[in-house]
């Protein structure tokens, strides 16, 4: 996934601090939001944090072989590192304890993730120690934010926690799956989930799953504003249908082979603007950015059905 992580993290956090947690309303940026909001923002942001790990790679790409890309290379030295100890379950318990107790005693809390960080460059040498920590300097901006938005350290935990938690599973439809429990080496999953022989039914799950999750965040941040989506959908997202014909056209897109397939879906969301005047403001955004959503859906969905026919 590319951007699921953060809104399926949102979803579950912002619902659960709604049932759960203090109704009571918080100021960010000067705009005063539910609690459920800043809980679920803290989380998404978390949830991105495993993928810092690709940073190392960018580096990397000055010094290129001799007939490679810069894209390919990149994505090499990506593999080395990628998934591996920022994805780890038992990272995510420790170095969410190590935030939760920096917002109380900030010591303590740094002892316990430059723990973390030492375990990893043990286990991981220099390159494995400097990723894990941009990964805890980086949790550490996410812990102050949320904390001077007003966050308990018990909320910076469980928030922590949670996002940090959701990442991994998040990503067993795409690429090598993760290691649950690095730095051990305990096999979870051996490969990811392909319920298809077909290749490009599998991206079109995986891709199927990117949606899904997003729609799911984005209602549920919606409803906690009182906006109701069906409102800020217009027709013309319907048009998304017509990216049907390139079921023909991609020559059996994948997972591993998708940029094409996701070079040409994305632009359809451009159907969001259809109707919409050029200064947006207020519920202008919602609409162009729902309509872009289901413009991109509704493409999948098209695409999808033409290649079972063709199929």
Not at 37 to 56: I, R
Not at 144 to 158: D, E
Request: glycine share 12%; proline share 4%.
């Amino acid at each position: 996934m590319f951007v699921g992580h953060a809104f399926l993290a949102f979803g579950i956090v912002a619902v659960l601090a709604r049932r759960f947690g203090p109704a009571e309303r918080l100021s960010l940026r000067g705009v005063t939001v539910r609690y459920a909001v800043v809980a679920g923002l803290a989380a998404a942001l978390f949830a991105s944090l495993p993928d810092v790990d690709v940073a190392h790679a960018a580096f990397q790409v000055v010094t290129l072989p001799e007939g490679s890309t810069a894209f390919d290379h990149f994505w090499t030295a990506t593999g080395e590192r990628h998934r591996t100890t920022t994805h780890s379950l038992v990272v995510a318990v420790l170095a969410s304890a190590g935030f939760a107790v920096w917002t109380v005693r900030r010591w303590a809390g740094a002892i316990i993730l430059t723990g973390v960080i030492a375990i990893a460059a043990l286990t991981g040498g220099v390159v494995g120690g400097g990723v894990m920590a941009l990964f805890g300097v980086a949790g550490v901006l996410i812990t102050i934010g949320a904390t001077r938005i007003g966050l308990s350290s018990r909320s910076v935990f469980a928030t922590a926690a949670l996002g940090l938690a959701v990442h991994p599973f998040t990503d067993l439809l795409t690429g090598v799956p993760p290691s649950f429990f690095s730095p051990w080496e305990i096999t979870v999953f051996a490969g990811r989930i392909e319920p298809f022989t077909d290749v490009t039914l599998n991206l079109l799950v995986a891709f199927g799953a990117e949606i899904g999750v997003i729609w799911f965040g984005i209602v549920v941040g919606l409803a906690l504003r009182g906006i109701d989506p069906r409102q800020h959908v217009h027709v013309a997202a319907m048009l998304g249908v017509g990216y049907a014909p390139m079921a023909f056209v991609l020559d059996s897109p994948s997972v591993d082979n998708a940029a094409w397939f996701v070079g040409t879906i994305l632009p359809v969301s451009a159907i969001g603007l259809v109707g919409v005047k050029r200064q947006l403001t207020g519920d202008r955004v919602v609409t162009v950015v729902l309509t872009g959503l289901a413009a991109i859906t509704a493409a999948w969905f098209g695409f999808g059905v033409a290649f079972v026919v063709a199929a």
